[in-house]
């Protein structure tokens, strides 16, 4: 098992850039995919972004692409997520999550089984 704390939310504006972490502790040995979702009140969790085991093969939100970066660091167990030219409609409670395997990102939330409890990110405008 695995359990993740995710940092770096907060406030910022229009424009503006955050990078958020993932720390991973447990079971990190293991191979893991990573994931980050994000959900606003009243919406479905949506997926962001992930990145396989190794750090090679990475895939985003078609929205999302260009402006936000995944990445990993695997002798920290923590994966980013940087994101530039932040917009208001990216204001939202961003998850990491976690899936043991190797291979392919995958996009749906219902492939994770663990899950950090969110940092909030608000872009005012």
């Known amino acids: 098992q695995v359990q993740l704390v995710e940092s770096g939310g907060g406030l910022v504006q229009a424009g503006g850039s955050l990078r958020l972490s993932c720390a991973a502790s447990g079971r990190t040995s293991s191979p893991y995919v990573m994931g980050w979702f994000r959900q606003t009140p009243g919406r479905e969790r949506e997926f962001v972004a992930g990145i396989s085991s190794s750090g090679a093969s990475t895939s985003y939100a078609d929205n999302l692409k260009g402006r936000f970066t995944i990445s990993r660091d695997n002798a920290k167990n923590t994966v980013y997520l940087q994101m530039n030219s932040l917009k208001p409609e990216d204001t939202a409670v961003y998850y990491c999550?976690?899936?043991?395997?190797?291979?392919?990102?995958?996009?749906?939330?219902?492939?994770?089984?663990?899950w950090g409890r969110g940092t909030q990110v608000t872009v005012s405008t």
């Open positions: 999550a976690a899936r043991r395997a190797w291979g392919a990102v995958a996009e749906t939330s219902t492939s994770y089984a663990y």
